[in-house]
């Protein structure tokens, strides 16, 4: 039996054991990717990030879920550079590049009201129809087809990992939300390995825009993920392309977690260009403790 170190942080919060936790394995070279699978089926957070060095940018993230691999994670990229930032690297640079499984992206620190904040681009955003029985879909996350705003398009969305945007008439509904993972591939036909991303204009914090939650898909091996960076994301995107087509850009906060105990904040930017749709987020994150974690 082997044994390693993780840093447990949280992100978008700067309050420890709110926002999203993160396991953080620096220097992770000297891992291979079954022995990341396992070291993130032991945390057990939705995420845990192994750095690596990088022959292609100023360093290489790989992230895992209890369950697989996935390509970007947007809280374990904000919380393992808050990390490495706040402990002395990259010095005084505020612009660096990190390499993942969608490409090289650019990353940016910032300081807000004396606060580090790093601001992360996604990758290109991708929207799919969901075709779906409606009923079943409000059913697989403990509601009923009412509750839903089928006056806004329930679409799939991707800006680096696919989930399915639902949106919700009332606040209220979310409080009684209550997901059934295991239904997920059968309700996703399209897309069986996607997530379901809830979300409503109706907010706790009248700085935000939108109010969502998240809920995994069952291969991942997680139920729910409290505060989400790719999926708050693909909102901003979504915004600009279904809610308001005129506008050439847009800058929000989401909120996530309340419901759960996680009270966490995602700052959103999206930047139409001629083409595409630029997707930025940014936020802060705070170290909890360092756990050992043993492994094979």
């Not at 690596?52 to 290489?60: G, I, P, T, V």
Request: with cysteine; proline share 4%; hydrophobic share 40%.
């Amino acid at each position: 039996m082997n044994s390693v170190n993780v840093l447990h942080y949280d992100a978008f919060s700067s309050v420890p054991n709110k926002g999203n936790p993160i396991g953080i394995v620096l220097n992770a070279d000297f891992l291979t990717e079954d022995e990341m699978q396992n070291i993130a089926f032991k945390v057990g957070f939705n995420e845990t990030v192994f750095v690596l060095n990088s022959e292609k940018a100023d360093l290489r993230l790989k992230y895992f879920t209890p369950g697989h691999e996935i390509n970007l994670c947007g809280h374990a990229t904000i919380g393992s550079l808050y990390c490495l930032k706040s402990n002395g690297m990259f010095e005084d640079r505020n612009l660096i590049q990190i390499e993942t499984n969608v490409g090289i992206l650019p990353i940016k620190f910032d300081q807000m009201n004396d606060q580090l904040s790093i601001e992360m681009k996604q990758d290109r955003p991708q929207f799919t129809s969901f075709n779906g029985d409606i009923d079943k879909l409000a059913k697989s996350i403990g509601l009923v087809k009412e509750e839903l705003d089928l006056d806004k398009p329930i679409v799939y969305g991707s800006t680096g990992t696919w989930t399915l945007l639902v949106p919700i008439k009332k606040l209220s509904s979310f409080n009684h939300m209550i997901p059934n993972n295991q239904q997920f591939p059968d309700v996703l036909a399209e897309n069986v390995r996607s997530s379901i991303h809830p979300i409503c204009f109706e907010t706790y914090d009248n700085r935000a825009l939108m109010h969502a939650r998240h809920f995994s898909s069952p291969y991942s091996g997680t139920i729910e993920d409290p505060v989400t960076g790719t999926a708050s994301g693909v909102m901003g995107a979504y915004y600009l392309l279904y809610l308001n087509q005129n506008l050439n850009s847009v800058e929000f906060i989401v909120e996530q977690g309340q419901e759960i105990g996680r009270d966490g904040r995602v700052h959103v930017k999206a930047i139409r260009s001629e083409e595409d749709i630029d997707i930025f987020i940014s936020g802060t994150a705070i170290f909890v403790q360092e756990l050992k974690i043993e492994y094979v």
